[in-house]
């Protein structure tokens, strides 16, 4: 099992930041590949990016390329996602998963987090 507890959300005005954090609890948390989720009222969770196991390698969705970065810290069990320029169509809950599976581009994930609202004003 693993425990996944995002924070960090909160309200920002477009063009603004902010970074996402996930910490881990459970197995080992460097044999998941991490992925950030987002879910819009009354849209479908989105896949946002992903990061592998040593977090060499990222993958991102189109529409936040070259504005978020995912990293993560595996001696303190902690993913982020640091979010810039952002913009009113970001705003959604985020969700931290993890994945078993060590392909970046992989669509299984096995643990989720609660989700933390982040929310851009025009």
């Known amino acids: 099992q693993v425990q996944l507890v995002e924070s960090g959300g909160g309200s920002v005005q477009a063009g603004g930041s902010l970074r996402l954090s996930c910490a881990a609890s459970?197995?080992?948390?460097?044999?998941?590949?991490m992925g950030w989720f987002r879910q819009a009222p009354g849209k479908k969770r989105e896949f946002v990016g992903s990061?592998?196991?040593?977090?060499?390698?990222?993958y991102y969705v189109d529409s936040v390329k070259g504005r978020f970065t995912i990293s993560r810290d595996n001696a303190k069990n902690t993913v982020y996602l640091q979010m810039n320029s952002l913009k009113p169509e970001d705003t959604a809950v985020y969700y931290c998963?993890?994945?078993?599976?060590?392909?970046?581009?992989?669509?299984?994930?096995?643990?989720w987090g609660q989700g933390t609202q982040v929310t851009v004003s025009s």
């Open positions: 990061i592998s196991l040593s977090g060499s390698g990222t």
């Open positions: 459970g197995r080992t948390f460097s044999s998941y590949t």
């Open positions: 998963a993890a994945s078993s599976r060590v392909r970046i581009r992989t669509t299984t994930y096995d643990y």
